[in-house]
């Protein structure tokens, strides 16, 4: 399977930083590419130069940034020939639940609700290319053969490479801004493995309705999904 889908998602969240706030705005853009499992635990961040390209500041902000969440405990620093700065294998999890508003929860909810049904719909409206329809099918694969806290990455994997299908660009930094607040809150609460379950019969679904060409059910059959989701936020955060 190639990669190429997932150069493009991660071209989307590596994407320049607002001035003014460069340090405190690059930390929470490495933050959001490891919660979106763009960069696996494990694995390693690109090169403090490419950072500093992408993110459209200095080397010094970025090895700042850097620092700063090896020090928190999220990135190591490993020397030699294969050496560069890696995500740590398990990344930190809250120890505590989250506090959230109901207003901030109802309005990532709402948005939520319009931008990824909206995406599955367009998808499907598209003509998609044989390696898109492989690629889209084994997101959904990898996802629904996924344990233990691997499955919340290439479960957001998948929704965002339905968001990339949507061939609309500006929505996937959109999808990927939403969709790591909501993983932020599902990190502070355990894995249910008959939700799970339930999911990957959703996750079906939908790309099932993609690859048929068929947007209304496409868009409904993810509606149904995030509205499980939905459940399970209000549940553990209202």
């Known amino acids: 399977m190639t990669d190429a889908p997932l150069d493009d998602l991660r071209r989307a969240v590596y994407r320049p930083v607002r001035s003014g706030n460069a340090l405190e705005d690059t930390t929470a853009r490495i933050v959001q ?14 090169a403090e130069r490419e950072l500093a390209a992408l993110y459209g500041v200095s ?6 940034a850097l620092k700063e969440l090896s020090d928190a405990g999220w990135l190591e620093t490993r020397r030699g020939r294969y050496g560069g700065t890696f995500v740590v294998d398990p990344v930190p999890r809250p120890s505590t639940p989250a506090v ?18 909206g995406a ?3 998808a499907a409206a598209r003509s998609l290319s044989a390696e898109e329809r492989d690629v889209l099918w084994a997101r959904h694969e990898a996802a629904a053969l996924a344990e233990g806290e691997d499955y919340r990455r290439l479960d957001t994997l998948l929704h965002l490479t339905i968001a990339e299908f949507a061939g609309i660009p500006s929505l996937v930094p959109l999808v990927a801004d939403n969709r790591a607040r909501v993983n932020a809150w599902l ?8 939700n799970i379950e339930h999911s990957t019969s959703q996750h079906a679904a939908v ?25 399970l936020l209000r549940g553990f955060l209202a």
């Open 33 to 46: 590419t490891v919660r979106l499992g763009l960069v696996a635990p494990g694995e390693s961040l690109p």
């Open 59 to 64: 080397r010094d902000t970025v090895r700042e």
């Open 100 to 117: 959230v508003s109901a207003a901030e929860l109802s309005d990532v909810i709402a948005l939520r609700g319009v931008l990824e049904p």
């Open 120 to 122: 599955a719909w367009a």
């Open 187 to 194: 990190d502070t609460f355990p894995l249910l493995p008959r």
């Open 207 to 231: 790309v099932s309705a993609i690859l048929a060409g068929r947007p209304d059910a496409a868009h409904a059959a993810m509606r149904d999904h995030l509205a499980g989701s939905e459940a």
